[in-house]
């Protein structure tokens, strides 16, 4: 009878043996993510590779995208349009690399200290209302998921898109203007200023002596952002000078002041597509996220994947 009660206990205890033998310790149970909505980023980080459902990876990003005191539907707005440049960076497949996705993610420890540990539980909390009361939702044009572009306030007046953007046309949001940082200012001397300038890629060099003089605007749209900007004998887009001076929009102006040149910027961020604090001023004012949406980015279909 005993040796019928070892053999017993042997046979369910070799598997943990085996395994101890073989690896030198009693294997241990890996919680598997749980990937509800059958879409996934894996995040391949420096410590390996693991992945995580696009739905819990979302208030994470959302939280280093837009302001918590926005409110409750610019927040799901600016949710909808992360999930939908998650999709589009997907192309048809269910999974993405993190490293392939160029977006900020915030750790917990990062939004105790961006918020404080007081607000930290009622801001997150929020954010997950924010993805799932949108849950799987998508914006659409033709079709085809949308390069959602965003920026945080325009100069009262969003930018037209291009034949790839159709669905980006320029509308009014005249509330920007109110916005925290909407109007900047900075001062170059000529010979900083010529040095940044001489590191765009491609530059015809120029030299201190030669600006503000050689300086001149070509071409604006209709909200004034710069389009086209001659300096010496080089033409660069606004993007590109905005680049290289770190000004916060390619709206701005340039002129001679006490020597040194002078910098007013306007707006904050590109111009094109959703205006974040438009959005708060429209949320303010009772609008539903849905047609937020649908005020500044035209002719779209929310759908859900």
């Not at 208030?59 to 349009?81: C, F, H, N, W």
């Not at 109007?183 to 201190?208: G, R």
Request: charged fraction near 25%; hydrophobic fraction near 35%.
């Amino acid at each position: 009878m005993r040796k019928l009660v070892l053999v017993c206990i042997l046979s369910l205890l070799l598997p943990y043996i085996i395994t101890l033998a073989w690896t030198g310790r009693i294997a241990e149970e890996q919680e598997v993510p749980l990937i509800t909505s059958g879409k996934k980023i894996i995040l391949d980080r420096k410590n390996g590779e693991r992945y995580m459902d696009v739905e819990e990876y979302l208030p994470s990003a959302v939280a280093k995208q837009i302001p918590m005191d926005y409110g409750k539907e610019a927040l799901r707005a600016q949710t909808v349009i992360a999930r939908t440049y998650i999709y589009q960076k997907m192309n048809g497949a269910d999974e993405v690399k993190e490293s392939e996705l160029h977006m900020e993610y915030l750790e917990e420890k990062q939004m105790k200290e961006l918020w404080g540990s007081e607000s930290f539980i009622e801001y997150y909390q929020a954010l997950e209302e924010a993805v799932k009361s949108t849950s799987g939702m998508v914006i659409t044009s033709n079709g085809s998921l949308i390069d959602p572009l965003f920026h945080r306030a325009c100069t009262g007046m969003t930018r037209p898109g291009d034949e790839n953007h159709p669905y980006l046309e320029s509308v009014v949001s005249k509330g920007d203007v109110e916005a925290d940082g909407y109007l900047t200012m900075t001062v170059w001397t000529k010979e900083d200023f010529a040095a940044k300038i001489n590191q765009i890629p491609e530059a015809v060099p120029v030299t201190a002596e030669q600006v503000p003089q050689s300086i001149q605007i070509i071409l604006r749209d209709d909200g004034g952002y710069v389009k086209q900007i001659q300096i010496g004998t080089k033409e660069y887009t606004g993007e590109q000078v905005q680049y290289a001076l770190n000004l916060p929009s390619p709206a701005y102006t340039l002129e001679e002041y006490d020597g040194k040149i002078r910098i007013v910027s306007q707006g904050i961020g590109h111009g094109y597509g959703f205006s974040q604090y438009g959005a708060k001023l429209m949320a303010e004012e009772g609008m539903k996220a849905e047609d937020i949406l649908a005020y500044f980015y035209k002719n779209i279909v929310l759908i859900f994947e």
